[in-house]
């Protein structure tokens, strides 16, 4: 339990840095001149200082969100899958989810890597996998994947639907590990 709580504490430190860059509704020529880099394919690779922080992280293709089993336009803030590393509290490769919105209480989020399925805990706005090898054995999968969807619930009971194209997902993690080593 101890390194759990040790790798959300990191996921919940990151993500000041994440949204900040993402969620001002950045440009590519915005997020280029930030901590991040953008990539010719569908992930970029961001960097911070103090403390180091490296992640790769992308943004949902396409998303669909329903109620009561039919279509409903909501209003959420940012959608992010990513992978971050931070060496100073031994992180390395934790995937997490933000679905732009507080998930239901004391729900999870399905994960589906071409067809494989697996689930995430959520707390707040954030998602992730139970444990270290939970996350090696989810990004070996979407090393080899060409997608990813995330479904999940809001607290006000909105079911969402996220995908995410893997293109590019291997050089990006590869790249964020490189530098956060």
Known sequence: MGSLVTSRYALGAISGAILGVWGQGATA???ASAPCSSQVTDWSV???EAPKECWAVSTAKESVNTRDGRVVAVRR???L???FYRPEVGVKGQLGFTG????ASGSTVNLSVDGNSYELFS???WAWPASAADDNKIVTAMKR???AKLSARSSRGTKTEDTFSLLGFTAAVEDAEKRCQ
């Open 145 to 147: 994947g060409s997608k």
């Open 100 to 103: 732009g919105y507080p998930f």
């Open 81 to 83: 899958l990513m992978v």
């Open 46 to 48: 961001c960097v911070a």
């Open 29 to 31: 020529q915005e997020q």
């Open 123 to 125: 707390e707040g706005e």
């Open 77 to 79: 803030s940012d959608i």
